[in-house]
């Protein structure tokens, strides 16, 4: 549905930077906002975190975050309007989002069932 071709999908377009910069941007970027801005609130006491939530639990959900299409795919087609990047940019919201989904699992399932509160 991305409309992205495997047929084609070589070395080239996976380390292509506008590629890197959108899968990078969907990882990282989101993760470190997220957790950032929840860190923020909660220390400063602007809100109070979920019941039986902690702060492993909280980056969890945080790298979860990067698991983007419609915005991701929209906010690309805006940076690059003529379509020459389009392939490296849809590449990369899957690559980005992928990545999320599979660290972020990976995360919380190793945790242990019963959370301590923040």
């Not at 492993?56 to 991701?72: H, K, P």
């Amino acid at each position: 549905n991305a409309g992205v071709p495997l047929s084609g999908l070589g070395l080239s377009t996976l380390l292509h930077p506008v590629t890197m910069g959108t899968a990078l941007g969907l990882f990282i970027g989101k993760q470190a906002g997220v957790f950032g801005a929840c860190f923020i609130a909660i220390r400063s006491g602007w809100c109070t975190a979920p019941a039986g939530a902690n702060w492993q639990v909280l980056y969890g959900a945080s790298v979860l975050t990067g698991i983007g299409f419609t915005m991701s795919l929209f906010i690309g087609s805006l940076a690059f309007p003529h379509g020459e990047y389009d392939q490296m940019v849809r590449t990369g919201v899957l690559l980005g989002s992928a990545l999320s989904v599979v660290l972020g699992l990976a995360w919380l399932l190793r945790l242990p069932r019963q959370a301590n509160n923040l």
